[in-house]
């Protein structure tokens, strides 16, 4: 067993504390942040200890886990480079950065890993209680991240190594399934509200069309599960839809720009339509 010492105790600490490191193979042995309070916390909900310093922490673990802000990130492996790592494992949970954080990394020893659970964890209370069922990705050096699939293995946690590469694409894939379908939420909502519909009325009426949606889409695949009026060629419709938006309202370009995602699977879906002129009413070329 290794001891894992997390540093910051917020929603993705504390989530993983408990629910990932909690038992097994890597088990975590106290939490280090810069609020005493939230490493408090972190340390109460694992029965862990709390330490006082990154020094200390670093010393007594075996792994070290970031669980900071992406931004803090670097500024926190320059403080840990002034102590002794020697043989030590680091990782980070940042989306959008690799294990190439951990630069100079070999000069000192050490083996790293990124570590990025492909979940929205909206609450250090209850956070843990979804890492179950959530998807894992890890890149890294070998040695690194074979500690982490062993964790994920003792719990039966799906997960995929991916090469060191920049990962800002990959963690844009991410946003678009997670934040950008917040936005595409709340322009339903908006486009409502004349109509007399409050926001939780809008969300009501909304919730099985957006669910059954979304479970075709992860069942199915995009191109089974697209339909609607792009897909059709309908594009009465979508002129009717356009009537509705402001043409420099933000509303606009969005829909204008999924629709033209949408105009690509639908042709691949029905390859015996001619959708130019759909393509050519979203761009606004048919004018």
Known sequence: MKKLGIIGAGKVGVSLGIGLFSSGPLRVSGYYSRSEKSARYGAQRTN????????????????ILFATPDDAMEALWRQCLQFNISGKIFCHTAGSLSSSLFFDRTTKDVSACSLHPVLAIS???EGHRDLGSAFFTLEG???????????????????????????????LATAAMSNLVVALGKMAT?????????EDE?????APLATHNME????????AALTGPVERNDLSTVRRHLAV??????????????????????ETK??????????????????
């Open 48 to 63: 862990t200890k709390v330490y006082a310093s990154l020094e200390e922490l670093i010393r007594d673990a075996d792994v």
């Open 123 to 125: 609450s250090r209370e």
């Open 141 to 171: 050096d070998a040695a690194a991240v074979e500690v982490f699939r062993r964790a994920l293995n003792d719990r039966d946690i799906s997960y995929k190594v991916m090469e060191t590469w920049d990962k800002a694409g990959y963690h």
């Open 190 to 198: 908006d486009l409502l509200a004349p109509y007399g519909f409050s």
């Open 202 to 206: 809008a969300m009501t009426a909304l």
């Open 216 to 223: 075709n889409l992860v069942k199915k695949g995009p191109a």
């Open 245 to 266: 938006l402001d043409d420099a309202d933000s509303a606009d370009r969005l829909y204008r720009a999924a629709s033209e995602v949408l105009t690509r699977i639908a």
């Open 270 to 287: 029905h390859p015996e339509r001619n959708y130019e002129p759909m393509r050519k009413l979203l761009k606004g070329e048919d004018r």
